[in-house]
């Protein structure tokens, strides 16, 4: 039985708490060493950025392709290819296409192949000075509309600064994408709106590839 004089026992007050240093750093070293793999686990996501298709790059889908995306999470991602244009038409004709009245839509308006799924559904990818219901802002200054009205304020001279009228989109599941880059058959770049919504989808894939060169 220990009376109240024994030196044996809980430490009192602060001393309680104390580590001694040796074992202090210790644990810190060990905290240290646990978080660094965590650290280099960490996915880089896409979103809002060009993914651009490497040269060897075996899909015919995104051979020498460039696209937009609009979402990638640990859910998957989701994009628009922006250099196949498909076809050139009337608004108005595009706008009756879709179930919509088109009788005071003016001009014409291209259409691109947005990628191989759901290939009847409509996107526009344009810049946010533009908002209507079905409009997502995506960032840097971009944003995509699903809605057919913005087809129409396009046609009537009160849609967005810049656009690109969409059929289908490029979708990946879970960790497809990140696969894929790991392969080598694709690269990512900064978004760049001129080179975005400039006219000459043609040589949009050669001056994405260049932009690889000069990073590496």
């Not at 889908?61 to 979402?71: K, L, R």
């Not at 219901?133 to 849609?159: C, F, W």
């Amino acid at each position: 039985m220990l009376n109240r004089d024994s030196k044996i026992g809980r430490a009192k007050g602060p001393e309680r708490f104390l580590i001694p240093a040796a074992g202090f750093f210790f644990l810190c070293a060990i905290a240290a060493a646990l978080a660094e793999p965590l650290a280099a686990q960490e996915p880089e996501y896409l979103k809002g950025q060009l993914l651009v298709a490497a040269p060897e790059m075996g899909d015919p889908h995104f051979a020498d392709t460039i696209v937009y995306m609009i979402e990638h999470n640990e859910n998957g991602a989701m994009g628009l290819v922006l250099n196949r244009p498909l076809a050139k038409g009337l608004i108005a004709d595009l706008l009756k296409g879709l179930g919509a009245e088109g009788e005071e839509a003016k001009g014409e308006i291209i259409i691109h192949y947005g990628g191989p799924v759901e290939s009847g559904k409509a996107f526009v990818l344009h810049s946010d000075d533009y908002a209507d219901k079905g409009t997502a802002v995506v960032g840097g200054g971009l944003a995509v509309t699903t809605d057919v009205e913005i087809v129409r304020a396009i046609g009537q001279g009160k849609g967005p600064r810049n656009s690109i009228f969409a059929l289908g989109y490029s979708g990946w599941g879970p960790g497809q994408l990140e696969a894929e880059l790991k392969a080598g058959g694709w690269f990512s770049i900064p978004v760049d709106q001129r080179l975005i919504f400039d006219g000459d989808p043609a040589t949009k894939w050669d001056r994405a590839l260049a932009r690889r060169k000069v990073k590496t």
